[in-house]
Nanobody, 123 residues
Framework: QVQLVESGGGLVQAGGSLRLSCAASGRSFSSYGMGWFRQAPGKEREFVAAISWTGGSTYYGDSVKGRFTISRDNAKNTVYLQMNSLKSEDTAVYYC????????????????WGRGTQVTVSS
């Protein structure tokens, strides 16, 4: 079992930056692939970024490439999402997800989810 708690969301102006954190419980964090997804009102949950359990591979959705960076600190059981050059279309609830050994781009590929943190970008 893994429990995930996101933090760092808030209100930011377009062009600004935010860093989201996802703290994971459990002693096997280093064996979990981690992902970030987001969901805007009336839309489906969308893949944002993922990082392999080793931290050696990262993946990004097309809409955030070059602006967002995912990273992890296994010593702190935490994964981060650095978001730069934010746009109004980045407004959504951001969710952290975990799956043992895997780090895909699909919602169904993750077994554990946090409750989300709201990010609002004003234009």
């Amino acid at each position: 079992q893994v429990q995930l708690v996101e933090s760092g969301g808030g209100l930011v102006q377009a062009g600004g930056s935010l860093r989201l954190s996802c703290a994971a419980s459990g002693r096997s964090f280093s064996s979990y692939g981690m992902g970030w997804f987001r969901q805007a009102p009336g839309k489906e949950r969308e893949f944002v970024a993922a990082i392999s359990w080793t931290g050696g591979s990262t993946y990004y959705g097309d809409s955030v490439k070059g602006r967002f960076t995912i990273s992890r600190d296994n010593a702190k059981n935490t994964v981060y999402l650095q978001m730069n050059s934010l746009k109004s279309e980045d407004t959504a609830v951001y969710y952290c997800a975990a799956d043992r050994w895997r780090s895909g781009a699909t919602v169904g590929g993750y077994d554990y989810w946090g409750r989300g943190t709201q990010v609002t970008v004003s234009s």
